[in-house]
């Protein structure tokens, strides 16, 4: 069995040159599946102490599950079913018919419609300057800025026409609602819009051992200015429970910039970087390996990074958005 060690980068603080490969130990048994990827997890996962997760409990329920000769099918549903215990949307089991997901965004309602949005607030003359669509609201007071992934597309082109277009408003409003992340190097080149000094935002660290509380020295995350145009008002960035991974980090960021404000329900968490590698029967698997922790070193806002106002959508009124509407209330 090849077994992938995936490099990851974690703000240029840890990264490694090449993946490696173990010597070949390739096994279809389900039982030598079932103990290797327990173990895998049980060893570089990063959040059983936080999510107070009994890891060994979780053995025991899963294990009996597991006989000779049982299918692919069913092999896959009870090794899915166990990383799904971790709830954490970082971790996937992964083959050729199928892809285990947790789902965290279900754990709150629904708080976005993009089609109201276009027929209340933008109209259909938006502009889509590279993965942001944007228009004036407020008759022209405040801007408005769609920002539904982290494509690793952000450049001093598209985001700079961006705020050139909004720099004479009173606010502006980012909308991370639903978007579950990407590439984490946009949010540096995000967020070095709005600060003026290089600026801490957080701490993180990666596990380093066996042991669940084995982690490596808590290292410092800064944000520093774009040397070019950047939004100096305030900034209402809203977030939901689909707001994840680099969707969070931002939010988590927004704690420390203290002209950026948080808006909507709490983000879905997925703030430990992914790792992973192969099963002896050839399927992939990742989980979180690394911590993002607060200024004062708390790993709590893994379990999602609270808004600092909390506003909530109204499906029994469609023609408005709660969240942005109390986002113009906080800009004016």
């Not at 989980?287 to 999602?304: C, I």
Request: hydrophobic share 35%; aromatic share 14%; net charge negative.
């Amino acid at each position: 069995m090849k077994k992938l060690i995936i490099c990851i980068a974690l703000c240029s603080l840890f990264s490694c040159e090449k993946a490696f490969f173990e010597k070949d130990m390739a096994s279809t048994d389900p039982k030598v599946n079932f103990e290797y990827l327990w173990k895998e997890c049980n060893e570089k996962y990063s959040y059983f102490e936080l999510k107070n997760i009994d890891w060994d409990a979780i053995k025991s329920k899963y294990e009996v599950k597991i006989f000779d000769g049982m299918s692919q099918d069913s092999l896959f549903n009870v090794l899915g079913a166990m990383l799904s215990e971790l709830k954490d949307d970082h971790t996937n089991l992964i083959s050729n018919f199928n892809v285990s997901k947790f789902g965290v965004k279900y754990l709150g309602q629904d708080n976005f419609d993009w089609r109201i949005i276009e027929d209340h607030y933008l109209n259909q003359d938006y502009y889509t300057s590279g993965p942001f669509k944007h228009n004036f609201i407020d008759n022209g007071a405040i801007g408005y800025v769609r920002f539904a992934s982290f494509p690793g597309t952000i450049d001093g082109a598209n985001f700079g026409f961006v705020l050139n277009r909004y720099k004479n408003t009173k606010g502006l409003i980012l909308d991370l609602r639903e978007n579950g992340g990407g590439a984490v190097s946009d949010v540096f080149n995000l967020l070095n819009r709005f600060v003026e000094s290089k600026t801490l935002i957080n701490y993180s660290r990666i596990k380093s051992g066996p042991e669940h509380n084995d982690f490596s020295e808590d290292k410092p995350v800064y944000i520093s200015p774009y040397n070019g145009i950047r939004y100096k008002n305030k900034v209402a960035v809203l977030t939901d429970r689909g707001t994840y991974s680099a969707g969070s980090f931002t939010a988590l960021a927004t704690k420390a910039l203290p002209n950026l404000m948080l808006i909507g329900d709490t983000t879905g968490g997925g703030l430990g970087l992914p790792n992973g590698g192969q099963l002896p029967n050839g399927w992939f698997y990742r989980f979180s390996v690394t911590q993002a922790l607060t200024l004062d070193k708390n790993p709590d806002y893994e379990n999602g990074v609270p808004p600092d106002i909390k506003a909530l959508f109204n499906w029994g009124d469609l023609t408005k958005d709660e969240i942005i509407e109390r986002s113009i209330l906080e800009l004016q």
